[in-house]
């Protein structure tokens, strides 16, 4: 029976995407010591009409449960400028639903990659010609001895919107540039990670492996942008282990209390990164 992540035709476009072998889900392994356990895989949402294998003998749960549970987390929301609070299941799965659709149509960008390489083409071979415009992993998952996936976060890329320039028109403007623009255009890098995985090195694996294994080799991505809240200590800690060096400070940058989540106003740390077109500037 079909997977409800992947078709039968991307299978052969093979590197540096992985497949589970029981529910065909794909995923990008981190490097060693923490793969193939922890991984980037696609969101997950279900509507129990299409589930194409409801008697498969591992279950896996969505992601609605635990975005809720994260997102209305101290830990967590205190060092992010959005989603909004309190987070609901709603939203949760009015949200999972864009970036599924989002995960299949690059998904769906392979397939026709993988067509046009024909039946005879050599799955282990990458076509370094193809570049894809985004990646269909984001979320960080741990496989447990007993088959389980424990949801543990989130890394993904996205277009920058540029929130360090003050100027709304001006920002605007170099949003729409940057979405338009086609050769080398500068990337977003939002995460978080659930409280309980802290202190492992997870998310600094994360970013290493969404940068090196895909965003370079894969989208042909030069250009990577972060911003995090001035108190955010340990994701700056993160970019900053991974090649990223402060670019800009602004104060007074988030208000909280509009945020709900607090009252005053805190700053903001932007940090860039940009890599060469050569394997020795990664």
Request: charged share 25%; hydrophobic share 35%.
């Amino acid at each position: 029976m079909a997977s409800p992540f992947v078709s039968s035709t991307s299978l052969t476009f093979s590197p540096p995407l992985h497949y589970d072998e029981e529910t065909n889900e794909p995923y990008l392994p981190f490097p060693p010591p923490f793969g193939p356990r922890i991984r980037l895989t696609p969101p997950r949402v279900y509507d129990p009409a299409s589930t194409p294998n409801p008697d498969a003998p591992r279950k896996i749960d969505d992601d609605v449960a635990a975005l809720v549970k994260h997102h209305n987390l101290p830990e967590i929301y205190m060092f992010l400028t959005g989603p909004p609070r309190p987070y609901t299941e709603d939203y949760a799965k009015e949200w999972l639903k864009k970036r599924k659709a989002e995960s299949l149509a690059l998904i769906g960008e392979m397939d026709r990659e993988a067509s046009n390489k024909g039946p005879k083409a050599d799955a282990n071979t990458p076509n370094t010609s193809f570049v894809l415009s985004g990646c269909p992993v984001r979320v960080i998952r741990e496989r447990l001895d007993d088959g389980t996936d424990v949801f543990l976060g989130d890394c993904f890329l996205a277009r920058s919107h540029f929130p360090e320039i003050a100027d709304l028109k001006e920002r605007e403007r170099r949003t729409e540039e940057n979405y338009a623009q086609e050769n080398l255009p500068c990337y977003l890098l939002p995460v978080f990670l659930s409280p309980s995985a802290h202190g492992r090195g997870i998310m600094s694996a994360a970013v290493q492996t969404l940068i090196e294994q895909w965003a370079v080799p894969v989208m042909a991505a030069r250009q990577f942008e972060v911003a995090a809240m001035s108190h955010n200590i340990g994701s700056q800690k993160v970019f900053l282990k991974n090649g990223f060096t402060l670019a800009k400070e602004l104060e007074d940058a988030v208000d909280l209390e509009k945020l709900g989540k607090g009252e005053g106003k805190v700053g903001l740390k932007l940090y860039r990164r940009e890599i060469g077109s050569s394997p020795e500037d990664k």
